[in-house]
């Protein structure tokens, strides 16, 4: 395996891989290269650092000489063009390592390459992919928890912001009537349609799309696995599209940012519950 990795900036990043790509690189990524923190950014925002380094990896000698010729024209990249040889370590093998089964109550999340855990039982099998959402993050991992205790059946539930879909599949699992799956990213709508069908599980009972979707829809319950920042915008709307004493879980909230959160919803909401995971928190709420 051989890596380039090359400094541009943010508005030649499109051009730039598309240029990497076109040469036979298997993978991107980008790092910082000026220390620029990029903190919770608005809704329907994805910025990047102003200065970058892109990295990327190739199979063939050949196809990274291809690149770092074609990178020579390009204005907008840095006059340095690393290359360098990097040793196969099983990386595959230490990837799949970081994501085992894991048990939420009687519901089991697994990835492909491991054996479903409960065959008979209840059970997702979901892979990191395209959109956040996989478990083992503890905001996840607050959600599921919460889920798995909760008694679901025959509500209709709304994810918002439901990346991979995971939550969505979990409240279908655990007897929800009618879930609406939203995000504003279009790869989150495509995994959640993926991992939909990965798990056989009939679309009759999803609702998937962008935000719009909701219009004239009231829900018995809303889960929105986001950030603060986002959450403080959201309070009204969340009221308008849950039922009289409908419940509300917002997670992705920093500990000491709990406070505020639960302050500012009590002007629409009653505070249920707060519970943590490793510097992260998940509150309930019910509509007053």
Not at 124 to 143: M, V
Not at 147 to 168: N, V
Request: proline share 4%.
């Amino acid at each position: 395996m051989h890596q380039l990795r090359i400094q541009t900036n943010a508005s030649a990043v499109e051009r730039v891989e598309e240029l990497l790509f076109n040469c036979g690189a298997v993978s991107i990524s980008y790092l910082d290269a000026e220390d620029e923190p990029i903190l919770e950014p608005p809704i329907g925002d994805h910025p990047l650092w102003s200065s970058l380094y892109i990295q990327a990896h190739f199979v063939s000698e050949e196809e990274i000489k291809l690149a770092s010729k074609a990178l020579f024209n390009e204005t907008a990249v840095g006059s340095q063009i690393i290359v360098e040889q990097i040793r196969d370590e099983g990386w595959q093998e230490k990837f799949q390592q970081q994501f085992n089964a894991m048990q939420f109550g009687d519901l089991w999340i697994y990835p492909s390459w491991e054996d479903n855990p409960a065959p008979q039982g209840l059970s997702i099998q979901l892979d990191p992919g395209l959109a956040f959402g996989t478990g083992h993050h503890p905001t996840t991992h607050l959600c599921l928890c919460w889920l798995s205790q909760t008694k679901l059946d025959d509500l209709d539930i709304i994810d918002f912001g439901c990346g991979s879909g995971i939550l969505a599949l979990a409240a279908a699992l655990l007897n929800a009537n009618h879930v609406y799956a939203v995000d504003i990213d279009p790869q989150a709508i495509t995994a959640t349609h993926q991992n939909i069908e990965k798990n056989h599980l009939a679309n009759r009972f999803f609702t998937i799309g962008n935000i719009n979707i909701l219009d004239n829809i009231h829900a018995d319950m809303i889960i929105a696995n986001i950030l603060a920042a986002p959450l403080f915008e959201l309070r009204d709307k969340f009221a308008q599209h849950l039922k009289p004493s409908g419940v509300l879980l917002v997670s992705g909230i920093l500990n000491d940012q709990v406070d505020s959160i639960i302050q500012h919803y009590t002007t629409n909401f009653i505070h249920l519950d707060t519970s943590s995971n490793q510097g992260w928190s998940a509150i309930s709420f019910m509509l007053r």
